[in-house]
């Protein structure tokens, strides 16, 4: 069975979107995942299809309906981890696209309004997952995001096998940067050990520049990767 992916949205004309393009594109025509957006609407019952009501407690929006998120999420269960987009959740990391790409599929809540009355994460088991700080108008974009990056990950989806491994948040670091033709370009040079045709000095360059840049853009990332390698953490050395 292929891994599926089940969108439940205000805007199901949203999908495949940008995810209809290049490698997830051509490998959702190939069959190597399958895709469902699914209207929330279509899982009202009255006449007017109402999703929202207002805020308990007073206040601006519209929050979504538990009872209607309840009805759509009980109406498309296929045994795939449910997550809600929203900008509340825990952040989205390369080690959960991972883990989400090596199960069966997702199913995606794409929040709008105010978002989700709140009893609905702990009544269906709802993982809730941001993809940032920073808000966005509605879910669909970020469970666009989610999906990129889990099909990419999929058996048979990136051309070599070992294209994913040393990007950057796979090895716990930012990657290398990159080069390509001429070697003079406005007068900026290539580095010359990448002309070197030296693969352990090239490999030593690319280890160093990973390590600081990674240093100097994302010390957060360098203080976690230290403390994995038992290293002292930036500044101590
Ligand atoms: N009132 C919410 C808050 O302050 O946390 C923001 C609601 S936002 C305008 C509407 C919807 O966009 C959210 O329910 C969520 O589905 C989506 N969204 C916005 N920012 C997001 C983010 N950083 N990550 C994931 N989803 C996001």
Redesign the pocket.
């Known amino acids: 069975m292929n891994w599926s992916a089940t969108i439940l949205t205000l805007y199901p004309e949203m999908f495949p979107g940008s995810l209809g393009h290049s490698l997830a594109g051509r490998a959702l025509a190939d069959g190597l995942w399958s895709l469902d957006a699914r209207n929330i609407r279509d899982f009202t019952t009255d006449r007017h299809r109402t999703v929202d009501d207002t805020p308990a407690g007073g206040g601006p ?1 519209m929050v ?1 309906r538990a009872d209607i998120i309840a009805a759509a999420v009980d109406g498309v269960a296929n045994g795939t981890p449910v997550i ?6 825990a952040p ?1 990391t390369q080690a959960k696209v991972r883990e989400l790409a090596a199960g069966p599929g997702v199913t995606l ?8 009355d709140e009893r609905i994460f702990d009544a269906r088991a709802i993982e809730q ?15 666009t995001v989610l999906l990129d990056a889990c099909v990419r990950l999929l058996p048979g989806v990136m051309g070599a096998a070992l294209s994913g491994v040393d990007e950057s948040f796979e090895t716990g670091l930012l990657e290398h940067p990159h080069y390509t033709r001429p070697p003079e370009w406005e007068g900026h040079l290539i580095p010359e050990v990448l002309r070197s045709g030296d693969h352990a000095k090239i490999a030593a360059w690319r280890l160093a520049r990973s390590e600081a840049d990674t240093r100097s853009r994302r010390p957060d990332l360098w203080q976690r990767h230290s403390d994995a390698a038992g290293q002292p953490p930036s500044g101590a050395r």
């Open positions: 929006g979504l809600a987009l929203t900008p509340r959740g989205l809540l794409c929040g709008r309004f105010e978002g989700f997952v941001s993809i940032g700080d920073y808000i966005l108008s509605g879910g669909e974009v970020a469970a």
